[in-house]
């Protein structure tokens, strides 16, 4: 969307690091905009093959935030994401 393509992208030396097996887990932790996102995508098909742990940060309500004014993807996403109400409790 602001015109940055894969070739934009300095993911050379992760891709690297993967194939070689010294990575055990990726933990995407970009912007949950739309470019976040496609390039959250766009790195998770670059490692797939190598079958590496992917996993992303958890997305949701903030804690103080009032539910009334959550949009509804930020909404299904803290759904998705939920946890037991006891393990809350721990946190």
Do not use: C, W
């Not at 690297?16 to 905009?33: C, D, M, N, Y």
């Not at 766009?42 to 103080?64: D, L, M």
């Amino acid at each position: 969307m602001d015109g940055i393509g894969p070739n934009d992208l300095t993911i050379h030396s992760l891709i690297e690091k993967v194939k070689s097996g010294s990575v055990k887990e990726i933990i995407f932790a970009l912007s949950s905009t739309m470019e976040g996102d496609t390039t959250n995508f766009y790195i998770f098909k670059q490692i797939e093959p190598y079958n590496i742990v992917t996993t992303t940060i958890a997305r949701g309500i903030s804690v103080g935030d009032e539910l009334e004014y959550a949009d509804e993807i930020t909404l299904g996403r803290s759904i998705l994401n939920r946890i037991p109400f006891e393990n809350s409790l721990k946190i």
